[in-house]
């Protein structure tokens, strides 16, 4: 079964400090890995997303490092708010090549608490 | 204001009672996909609907059911075989022109059992 690792469960960070979420696969087909920040009672939005072609993707305070020899790819917020706080979603999707579907795995969660 | 609708915010069913969740977008967007979310278990997929009239059960689509019979309109039914079916459900759409992986949430429904 194609899985994704998501590590820590939860994180607690002081405000400007710098949270790390990492994540690892095992399906080397993947060829696309967003992440996904949720707010209590609210749907997953669209925070990054990186293809396995780059090693390093950067908006605003969030980063994306990818590393595909090792099957593994991090989150890191920058200077982190109390806004931030939130849980956070890894996945990983695969075109099916029979349907021209994508289908997201996504890992378990992190939740994120930055203090003030 | 185009987006995900998912209604209602909140809903209870009782033991043996089939429930109907609605999940509505106008983003014209081709694929549909219903999620369940459990505390600490990520999300999993139930169904998804790559076009109008056709759909595929997911990971976990035991005592679920689903139509789509609008482009607009994918439904997610919890049938009375579904013996745990409290929590948060999730619907969600995609374009599938131009090879877009991103998917759109709506708000979600939580589900709770009397």
């Known amino acids: 079964q194609q899985q994704v690792k998501q590590s820590p469960q939860s994180l607690i960070v002081q405000k400007g400090g710098i949270p790390i979420i990492n994540c690892a696969y095992e399906?080397?087909?993947?060829?696309?890995f967003p992440w996904y920040q949720q707010f209590p009672g609210k749907g997953p939005a669209l925070l990054i997303a990186i293809r396995p072609d780059v090693s390093e993707k950067k908006e605003g305070r969030f980063t994306i490092s990818f590393n595909k020899s090792a099957k593994q790819f991090s989150l890191h917020i920058m200077d982190s708010q109390p806004g931030d706080s939130a849980t956070y979603f890894c996945?990983?999707?695969?075109?099916?090549?029979?349907?021209?579907?994508?289908?997201?795995?996504f890992g378990k969660g992190t939740k994120l608490s930055v203090i003030p | 204001d185009g987006g995900i609708t998912q209604s209602p915010k909140y809903l209870f069913r009782k033991e043996g009672q089939n429930v109907t969740l609605s999940c509505e977008q106008n983003l014209n967007h081709d694929a549909m996909y219903w999620y369940r979310q459990d505390p600490g278990q990520g999300l999993r997929l139930i169904y998804y609907?790559?076009?109008?009239?056709?759909?595929q059960k997911g990971d976990i689509a035991e005592g679920y059911s689903v139509s789509r019979e609008k482009k607009e309109s994918f439904p997610l039914t919890v049938t009375s075989a579904q013996k745990n079916p409290t929590a948060f459900y999730l619907c969600?759409?995609?374009?599938?022109?131009?090879?877009?992986?991103?998917?759109?949430f709506g708000p979600g429904t939580r589900l709770l059992v009397l």
């Open positions: 609907s790559q076009i109008v009239n056709d759909f």
């Open positions: 996945a990983a999707s695969i075109r099916d090549s029979g349907a021209g579907s994508y289908q997201l795995t």
């Open positions: 399906n080397t087909a993947f060829d696309y």
């Open positions: 969600a759409s995609r374009a599938t022109s131009g090879a877009q992986e991103t998917q759109y």
